[in-house]
């Protein structure tokens, strides 16, 4: 059975930091790409950030500078670094691994910047 377990959201001032984390277990697949998605009350779900198996990033325009994914293939973990928060950052953070068959999301970390 496929498990995600995030971490690391909260509630931060603006201009602070937070990490976030996801392990995943129980995939046989070959994971060709993780990433990071938030979805904003009243608003669609939206790529922040991605990391591929050859370790190439793409981030959304909004975050770069500011926020960092990193992964772990030992420990099938992807990692969003957020620095310099806004409130305009305020959403649920989603991880998502992908493989040739399907896509994993984790149910989502709350993130809150206070101005």
């Known amino acids: 059975q496929v498990q995600l377990v995030e971490s690391g959201g909260g509630l931060v001032q603006a201009g602070g930091s937070l990490r976030l984390s996801c392990a995943v277990s129980?995939?046989?697949?070959?994971?060709?790409?993780m990433g990071w998605y938030r979805q904003a009350p009243g608003e669609q779900r939206a790529s922040v950030a991605d990391?591929?198996?050859?370790?190439?990033?793409n981030y959304a325009d909004s975050v770069k500078g500011r926020f960092t994914i990193s992964r772990d293939n030992a420990k099938n973990t992807v990692y969003l670094q957020m620095n310099s928060l806004k409130p305009e950052d305020t959403a649920v953070y989603y991880c998502?691994?992908?493989?040739?068959?399907?896509?994993?999301w984790g149910l989502g970390t709350q993130v809150t910047v206070s101005s």
């Open positions: 129980g995939i046989s697949s070959t994971i060709m790409r």
């Open positions: 990391i591929t198996s050859g370790d190439s990033t």
């Open positions: 998502n691994f992908r493989t040739f068959i399907r896509d994993y």
